[in-house]
């Protein structure tokens, strides 16, 4: 049985790998030459963390092509310095897109900024084409009915059958199983705005948007989808309180154990065993993995227990998108990187005078870094306070800023035009990795670090904090104080 079961996995892994086939991006972005396109996709849809595939610099002309191996549709989601955008890509397929900005459609947004994505030569039965179409009958009907739904009760039941019976028709054609399911899912999550419960007799006998009816005709006995977005929210909004639910009662003394006193993954699907909605194995188990996550935080849980449980699966789980999930959530539960009184990533980055200097060169003196790029305004902006700062505190407090420009010629051009910011300066080069490495999701942000090179603040306070930001604490206070300190610590300073 043992050989069996590892013959069918090895199997399913050399699946994985023969099926992997190269997805071409190609096409133009407008206004964007010579900057740099990252391309992400997601690890999974249970924690929702993105996986960084690569990047290219865009060519002067504005043209760009990329290649990527995909096992499966993937959503894909592309970033132009703080600007993204999105669509789904099928292995082997060749997409060719166009990108633009436009400053009027994204005015008053601060971090989420979007580019328009254009597909030049569209299919009309492409994925993104019969999607982009059901999406916009969704939001023609949701924004009709909007009264209705915030209103939180079940009048608007009769129109989301009606809407659920005209999709479903419209489903019957299409030939794309994912598209099918996005489509049936998202009509799901629909039905979940209506507040369900395994008993309710609020519209009388004949309702049938119970929580019971939604699991069978929507979970029961189905394939579990883990690569289809639609269906793992509506996974995860059916089934998040479920686990916690199941803890109160009697019957549910077997879970707590087998989490508490155990701290077996083995025992505790055993436990799940027992309830008739989780008799397909490879669904409970993910039940099993989601409701940990779900409880990580609960005070009446042991932590620790559940931590080991999530590795128990991360390494022995027969359900390779499983191992998959419960490493992601380990992550997020375990992850201390930039911790107080952790050590940093170390890195080896170039300066405007082509020198190579290294974290490790500023061992001896308290840090302050800035992650910063010249086309940022707030960036900008703050480089002015920083300069006050350094003229205060420099004896004191070593200054960095790292530039994330896709060129150097950018920073050095900077800083030609700012002949006062005489700090140390940086460019990040090809180490995007370093961006992740130090939690850099917009720039600026900021990375305290003492002269023992451990984290002190990550994110850190930005330069001019109490003034801009009230709620926000100022960096000058911890300046202050070390070289207030180091005075004392030296009558001669």
């Avoid at 003196?365 to 006050?388: D, R």
């Amino acid at each position: 049985m043992l050989r069996k079961l590892i013959f069918i996995v090895v199997l399913i892994f050399c699946a994985n790998f023969l099926f992997a086939s190269k997805t071409v991006i190609k096409g133009f972005a407008k206004g964007f030459g010579d900057q740099e396109l990252s391309v992400y996709t997601f690890t999974d849809y249970i924690t929702n963390n993105k996986k960084h595939l690569g990047y290219i610099t865009i060519n002067k002309d504005e043209t760009f092509s990329f290649d990527v191996e995909l096992s499966s549709i993937s959503k894909i989601y592309l970033k132009i310095e703080d600007k993204t955008t999105w669509f789904f890509a099928e292995p082997g397929s060749v997409y060719n897109i166009s990108l633009s900005y436009s400053e009027e459609f994204n005015k008053g947004r601060i971090y989420d900024k979007q580019m328009s994505l254009k597909f030049n030569f569209p299919a009309p039965n492409e994925l993104n084409q019969e999607i982009k179409k059901y999406n916009q009958k969704y939001d023609a009907f949701f924004d009709e009915n909007y009264l209705l739904f915030v209103k939180r009760d079940r009048s608007v039941e009769p129109k989301i059958k009606a809407f659920k019976t005209k999709m479903l028709k419209e489903v019957e054609s299409m030939k794309s199983d994912f598209v099918k399911n996005h489509i049936i899912y998202s009509i799901a999550q629909l039905e979940t705005t209506i507040d369900v419960s395994y008993n309710d007799n609020q519209t009388g006998k004949n309702s049938k948007n119970t929580k019971a009816n939604l699991y069978l005709e929507y979970l029961d006995k189905k394939p579990v989808l883990y690569n289809n977005a639609e269906y793992m929210t509506f996974f995860k909004d059916f089934f998040k309180s479920e686990l916690k639910d199941m803890t109160m009662q009697v019957s549910g003394l077997d879970v707590i154990k087998a989490i508490n006193d155990k701290a077996s993954f083995k025992a505790y699907n055993t436990a799940l065993a027992k309830y008739p909605f989780l008799e397909q194995e490879e669904f409970k188990q993910l039940f099993g993995i989601y409701g940990l996550l779900r409880i990580a935080n609960d005070k009446y849980f042991t932590r620790k227990n559940i931590i080991s449980m999530l590795n128990e699966q991360k390494n022995g789980s027969i359900y390779p998108q499983q191992k998959i999930i419960a490493s992601e959530i380990l992550q997020l539960l375990t992850e201390k990187k930039l911790d107080k009184g952790t050590t940093p990533p170390d890195f080896k980055l170039y300066n405007q005078h082509n020198e190579l200097i290294s974290l490790q060169s500023f061992k001896g003196k308290y840090l302050y870094i800035n992650f910063w790029a010249t086309w940022n305004i707030p960036s900008q902006k703050e480089m002015k306070v920083m300069e006050t700062l350094y003229k205060k505190y420099g004896n004191d407090i070593e200054f960095l800023s790292i530039c994330t420009d896709n060129n150097i010629d950018k920073m050095n051009n900077f800083l030609k035009r700012n002949p006062t910011y005489t700090w140390k300066f940086l460019h990040i080069g090809k180490n995007q990795k370093l961006l992740d490495d130090f939690s850099v999701a917009t720039v600026p942000t900021y990375i305290f670090i003492d002269d023992k090179l451990n984290i002190i603040s990550a994110p850190a306070p930005r330069p001019g904090g109490s003034a801009e930001r009230s709620t926000e604490e100022n960096i000058e206070k911890y300046f202050f104080e070390i070289t207030k300190a180091n005075q004392n610590s030296n009558p001669f300073k």
